[in-house]
């Protein structure tokens, strides 16, 4: 039975609204925790937050048994590992062993307490939070934030950038491999478990598929896949691929036969259903692009056999060729909170314009939206001008004498300066994990998205907390001297 948090303290153990943070540190950690406090000591604030989680955690949930890692819990360690931009192992020695994250979490550091966290509870207690739990506790943050800064009307602006999913620079050679040792290896999963026959000799297929994909990936580098050799070294490799595919097909077939209630051995069978079709797949792209010199359509290409949702994008950014990943779209105002992201798959920045300013405007007081050219169309200009008093959307190509007035406009022009502000927020952004997600799955890609935005605003609110203690501290010290 999970709880929001521990009510009744232990020896020693100081209340979460009392505890004295670091007021000059320039680490990330100490202004999310002032933020998480600040969550814990406001109690409309808390009471909003904790229902929102007890609704996503605690639904349907019997109301008895073991006590498991409380709400509160949940909630600081998915925050402090973004904020930190940390994987599990290293939030697995934060929990047990950083004082000041284990006083957060109602942990005195009085005798000896024993209290450890495991790291396949770490893992298994984050994943339960969505993107939609979140980016609802992320809107209460940013109006608080608000109340502190007692704002009137906001200056929004809107850009994109590349989220990088966690995988390696695609080629149809290793993804060729990568189907072939992925088949290989839950081929010898099932075997173990189906006692199939056949694949005794399964690690010398995966020695001889691996070299093979070595000397081809070797032998067609540069102008190598139009000599001989480098042409034969690929050929080898496809027909030794083929002879694996004709093997895992009679090893399908004498598998789909057998019934059998392991949902793990369901599950693994469906896996290799899938690499399988990777494989007779990229089999037949190596051989149109490598032998009869192809030019493959995009559409048909792959980029990730492990993130399939991976997209191949040109920004032409100097020095960066190409980025693997999902296009980011946020909106940040001027006090750079971020007021709500939108992930784009299959998507590009004109595609999101109308939908995400829509969904801004609808929920928050917006004075101006400003965008990039990136998001121009006329039918966008047009939707979106009616709806917000000033709007910042730089024309493609040439102007004609309306345009040329609208972007001479002092309000058009001095918002547009302050629009450069938005990578500024990008780059804090990738500083608290989102540059590249370590998590696997289009739903975990997700969340680690949302947990990363809830992060990155706590640090927000919490600076302007923390400014607030260092003037109240300032003040104190003032009168104590006068005194």
């Known amino acids: 039975m999970r709880k929001r948090f521990s009510i009744q303290y232990e020896l020693g153990a100081t209340p979460i609204e009392k505890l004295e943070l670091p007021l000059r540190s320039r680490d990330e950690l100490p202004p999310v925790l002032r933020g998480l406090q600040y969550i814990y000591s406001t109690p409309e604030l808390n009471r909003r937050v904790f229902a929102l989680l007890e609704e996503k955690i605690l639904s349907g949930v019997q109301e008895t048994g073991r006590n498991g890692m409380s709400l509160w819990e949940i909630l600081v360690f998915a925050t402090v590992r973004l904020a930190l931009d940390c994987n599990y192992d290293r939030l697995e020695h934060i929990a047990n062993y950083d004082n000041l994250v284990r006083l957060f979490l109602g ?6 307490n024993l209290k450890r966290y495991s790291l396949q509870s770490l893992k298994d207690n984050v994943r339960l939070l969505d993107e939609e739990t979140l980016d609802q506790i992320n809107e209460l943050v940013v109006s608080s934030g608000y109340r502190l800064k007692k704002n009137d009307g906001l200056n929004v602006k809107v850009d994109s950038y590349v989220f990088e999913t966690n995988v390696h620079f695609p080629t149809d ?7 072939a040792r992925k088949c290989i290896d839950l081929v010898n999963h099932l075997r173990r478990e189906l006692d199939l026959a056949g694949w005794r000799k399964y690690k010398q297929w995966r020695r001889r598929i691996k070299s093979a994909h070595r000397k081809a990936a070797k032998g067609a580098k540069g102008f190598g896949k139009n000599t001989v050799l480098g042409q034969q070294a690929v050929l080898d490799y496809l027909m030794l691929a083929k002879q694996l595919l004709r093997k895992l097909e ?3 077939q004498m598998i789909e036969p057998l019934e059998s209630d392991k949902g793990r051995i369901i599950n693994k069978y469906g896996e290799l259903q899938y690499y399988y079709d990777h494989l007779s797949k990229h089999i037949d792209l190596v051989h149109r692009r490598l032998i009869f010199k192809e030019i493959i359509p995009h559409d048909e290409k792959v980029f990730s056999l492990f993130e399939p949702h991976t997209e191949w994008i040109k920004k ?27 992930v784009m798959a299959k998507m590009s920045d004109v595609d999101v ?26 039918d966008n200009f047009k ?5 917000v008093a000033h709007l910042v959307m730089p024309k493609k190509g040439r102007l004609n004498k ?14 547009r300066r302050q629009h450069s502000a938005v990578e500024s927020n990008i780059n804090c952004l990738e500083h608290h994990g989102l540059n590249r997600c370590p998590d696997k799955g289009m739903v975990a890609f997700s969340r680690y998205t949302s947990i990363g935005i809830l992060a990155y605003n706590l640090h927000k609110l919490g600076n302007i ?14 009168f104590l001297k006068a005194a």
Request: some cysteine.
């Open 402 to 415: 309306t345009e040329q007035d609208r972007e001479r406009n002092k309000t058009f022009k001095a918002l």
């Open 465 to 478: 907390l923390l400014e607030q203690d260092r003037k109240k501290l300032s003040k104190n010290n003032e």
């Open 250 to 252: 009679e090893t399908l």
């Open 383 to 387: 939707r979106i001008e009616g709806c």
């Open 107 to 112: 942990i005195p550091d009085f005798g000896n």
């Open 316 to 342: 032409g950014k100097i020095g960066v060729t190409v980025e693997l990943g999902l296009r980011i779209a946020i909106a940040t105002d001027q006090y750079g909170f971020i007021l709500g992201h939108r």
């Open 173 to 179: 050679l290793n993804l060729l491999y990568d189907a």
């Open 353 to 378: 314009a109308v939908p995400f300013s829509q969904r801004l405007i609808s929920g928050w007081n917006i004075d101006s939206i400003s965008f990039d050219k990136g998001f121009w169309s006329p």
